[in-house]
């Protein structure tokens, strides 16, 4: 919303120092820092206020080592995330970018879940204390594991219907003469599209947008794998139905990074840490696929505005 506010300044009125918002980089950093505030200076003030609510978190009795050493943390204490992750990224994104729209929909939809989670569990401790029995964690007690996996097989439909077929998601294939770009099996000129001219290294080259059924992966030919070539033994004309496998495969993605997350938390928050490094390695990667002259010198696929989604990973990290 400062993106707006502060672009709006700078064309209008011309005002000083506005015109740096027009800078993903300065951005990015305020989202960092925006990020750190709010997790330190009110997520403190967000604990105590689940503490004095007696809002902690209850222990099943494993027989691990250690395991004692989480009672009492706040249950809610991911919404402390939540805004640290949302505020940063709606106040200094593109909020017109459809990676930004997806990403803070995945945030609010998956919090979503969490907090109904929380709150169930919640609710059936206090049953619990009402009766004056002592409550012991059930799995049954939150939200049930079915009704959760809808949840999040309901997201990744939409995110994968999105990617493919939105005509906001391109990537960018070099015209080798005004007539012929570098396409791949099964990808096509995406619409109202127009020549963008560039200089690399010092030569002039020219650009063309196009969905791609294809994702950057190491130790593939050009670093790329088209999924077309998962139904290339059906026979001619099966990449038609590649749609259908880049579907599932991104409801897989989702669903399993999702519960591997509340795996990996453990019980000592371990899941804090680790998404931390990865998030950071997701930033880099962001970075650079989002800008067409590191993309080039790295050889990887540019994709254009993903560079806005680097706000969104710096208030995560």
Not at 59 to 85: C, F, H, N, W, Y
Not at 126 to 148: C, H, M, P, R
Request: net charge positive.
């Amino acid at each position: 919303m400062l993106y707006y506010l502060f672009n709006w300044l700078n064309k209008e009125f011309h005002v000083p120092g506005a015109g740096l918002f027009q800078f993903l980089t300065f951005r990015i950093a305020m989202s960092v820092i925006l990020s750190l505030v709010i997790a330190t200076v009110y997520g403190k003030r967000i604990i105590l206020f689940l503490k004095k609510k007696q809002i902690g978190e209850s222990v099943r009795d494993l027989g691990l080592e250690g395991e004692a050493q989480k009672k009492g943390t706040p249950t809610m204490g991911g919404i402390i995330i939540l805004l640290s992750i949302l505020i940063p990224t709606l106040l200094f994104a593109n909020l017109d970018k459809v990676y930004i729209r997806l990403m803070v929909l995945c945030t609010v939809w998956l919090g979503i879940i969490g907090f109904l989670d929380d709150l169930f569990k919640i609710r059936a401790r206090k049953a619990a204390q009402e009766k004056g029995v002592t409550y012991k964690k059930k799995d049954s007690d939150g939200l049930a594991g079915v009704t959760k996996i809808i949840g999040q097989i309901g997201l990744s439909f939409i995110i994968g219907v999105t990617l493919y077929f939105s005509n906001a998601v391109t990537v960018e294939r070099e015209l080798i003469t005004t007539q012929h770009a570098q396409l791949q099996k099964g990808e096509r000129l995406a619409k109202d599209t127009n020549i963008v001219y560039r200089k690399l290294n010092g030569i002039d080259k020219k650009f063309i947008k196009v969905k791609t059924q294809s994702t950057t992966i190491p130790f593939f030919k050009n670093h790329e794998f088209n999924y077309s070539r998962l139904l290339s033994w059906i026979g001619p004309g099966a990449e038609k139905f590649t749609w259908i496998v880049y579907i599932i495969i991104v409801m897989f993605i989702v669903t399993a990074v999702s519960n591997g997350a509340n795996l990996t938390d453990g019980l000592d928050g371990l899941a804090a840490g680790v998404s931390a490094i990865i998030g950071a390695g997701i930033g880099v990667f962001v970075y650079v696929s989002g800008n067409y002259i590191f993309s080039d010198y790295f050889d990887v696929m540019y994709i254009p505005n993903l560079g806005e989604l680097s706000i969104f990973v710096g208030a995560f990290v």
